[in-house]
Structures are given as C-alpha cells and as structure tokens.
C-alpha cells in the first residue's frame, strides 16, 4: 500500500511523521484495507466501532436516519479524512449514525487500542500519533458545534448562507466547490430540496451569489466579510 503513503501523510493522525515513521507505524498497527462498491454501508447505526477508518479513494457520507425513513447528511469524506474516531475511542458506545459509501471506495481500518496503548518497542513517534488522535477527535467536535451553527439558522435562507459563508471562509475564496448535491446539502440542512431550490434561485436573481451545480460564489466577498467580523467579534469578546 505504498501508493497511499502521500495520501496518508495528508491525513490527521499521521501529521508531522516522516515517510520512515509513517511506515513503521503501519507495520506496527497492522493495519486491514477494505474495498466496498457504491452505497455499501461500512457501519450501521446501533452497531459499536473499534476502529478508526481512514478514506484512501472515493468518499463516503454520514448519515443520520430515523424510524420513518428520514436520513440527514452529517458529512461527506473524501480522502484522507477519518471516520468513526470518536465512537471508537468511547469503546461500547453504540453509533447513532451510518456510514455508507458514494462510490467505490478503499479504507483502511486502525483499530484504535492499539493506537492507545504505547508498544512494547516504545516507538518514540507513538505518542505523536496519540496527540494526533486527540486533536482528530476535537476537531471532529468542532466541526459538529459548526454544523449546528448552521441547523439552529431559523430560515432555509440563512441556513444556506449560513453553510456557504462558512465554507467560503474555510477555503479562502469568494468562489468555491461544495462536496454535496443538492438532495445532499437539503439532508444536511434539514431543509425541503424544492424550497432550497428556489431560495437559491431567489439568493442569485437578487445579486447575493452566483452557482452552478455544486460550485458557487459569494458576491462581493459578502461571505468571507460576515464570518471574518464575526470571528473578530469573538475574538474580542475572549
């Protein structure tokens, strides 16, 4: 699996290991590779994981479903990105989402008590991969407390701005490429895809953005402005 050694020192966990460390982790872990076809479910929710997975090719979506057949789009991972970390590390937490693949994917799978527990040989870089773990694990939680930032947005309007302001900021540019469709981003925003659709149609007839398919640009910078004072706003008040 040397072909995804660039991929993986891209990714969290690994960050801050050098090719050598990297693979020497790997034999240490011992590591399972998984390939699945598209909308194969890697785990369901109501089961427990003991492992982290990592997305090596393809993508995968979180899903949120209830008993009448609702599902809400968590997030959607490319690859590089984790899953299922922080259900791993709280062990016997059974999942409240699914994971289902959108195309055919690769993941590997680390199972995480291993990466908990320091190894016999006492790797001077194992403890680097738990701080990595750690701050996986925080920024999974920030990202949660950003997506309810959006959800509690009272308007289908200001939960799309919401969403596409933010993405605007995080990838430094007024123009900009979402990783959903629409049903998607309706799932994630817990909105009705038709009223988005229109509301989107409304936001780009009055000048406030301009889309195509999943690509799309804030006008005038409006969105990278908005978060930018209210980071500050933050800041300050710190």
């Known amino acids: 699996m040397k072909e995804y050694l660039p991929i993986l ?62 599902c809400n789009v968590l997030a959607k991972l490319g690859p590089g990105e984790l899953f299922a970390e922080e259900y791993a590390c709280a062990q016997d937490q059974p999942m409240d989402v699914s ?3 959108d195309e055919g994917t690769t993941v590997l799978f680390l199972d995480v008590m291993r990466i908990l527990t320091i190894c016999p040989s006492d790797c001077s870089f194992h403890a680097r991969l738990i701080r990595n773990l750690l701050s996986a694990v925080a920024q999974k939680n920030l990202q949660l407390n950003r997506t309810l930032t959006h959800l509690a947005q ?40 038709s009223a988005m659709s229109k509301e989107l149609g409304l936001l780009q007839e009055e000048g406030i ?5 999943n690509e799309f640009t804030l006008l005038n910078h409006i969105g990278i402005n908005s978060m930018q004072n209210r980071r500050t706003i933050i800041a300050m008040m710190k």
């Open 99 to 101: 994971v289902m693949t």
């Open 209 to 213: 953005l301009q889309f195509h398919k």
């Open 9 to 70: 020192k891209k990714t969290l966990l690994f960050q801050g290991l050098s090719d050598m460390e990297l693979t020497a982790i790997l034999d240490c872990q011992s590591p399972h590779y998984r390939r699945y076809a598209k909308h194969d479910y890697l785990l369901h929710a109501g089961e427990t994981a003991h492992s982290i997975g990592i997305v090596l090719e393809g993508s995968v979506t979180i899903l949120k479903e209830d008993l009448g057949g609702n």
């Open 154 to 193: 009272r308007t289908t309007r200001e939960k799309l701005l919401s969403y596409l302001s933010e993405e605007s900021l995080k990838q430094g540019s007024a123009s900009f490429t979402i990783p959903y469709n629409r049903q998607q981003l309706a799932d994630y925003l817990s909105v009705n895809r």
